[in-house]
């Protein structure tokens, strides 16, 4: 049983920053991608960060710069945000198996919430 478990959310103000963690446990293949995703309320599920076994990266636009995906080799990733705006407010979830284009992914976790204020 694979479980990953998201932790770190939180109230931050515009401008602040959230260090974001994501624990997988479980029969889980060390080498596999991983992502970061969020939900905003009324609008889609989109990836923020993704990381591949060999530590390459990938962001879209709205967070380039301002967020940065690591992993360690216990299948544990973070996310590092800093310049929080408030329309990074959503519930982030992390991921693992993913596709190489982070179009899926086999395994979720809980999701942690992210609100920033104006």
């Known amino acids: 049983q694979v479980q990953l478990v998201a932790s770190g959310g939180g109230l931050v103000q515009a401008g602040g920053t959230l260090r974001l963690s994501c624990v997988a446990s479980g029969s889980i293949p060390s080498i596999n991608a991983m992502g970061w995703y969020r939900r905003a309320p009324g609008k889609q599920r989109e990836l923020v960060a993704g990381?591949?076994?060999?530590?390459?990266t990938n962001y879209p636009d709205s967070v380039k710069g301002r967020f940065t995906i690591s992993r360690d080799r216990k299948n544990t990733i973070y996310l590092q945000m800093n310049s929080l705006k408030p329309e990074d407010t959503a519930v982030y979830y992390c991921?693992?198996?993913?596709?190489?284009?982070?179009?899926?992914?086999?395994?979720w976790g809980q999701g942690t919430q992210v609100t920033v204020s104006q």
């Open positions: 990381i591949t076994e060999g530590d390459s």
């Open positions: 991921a693992a198996l993913c596709t190489w284009n982070y179009a899926s992914c086999r395994y």
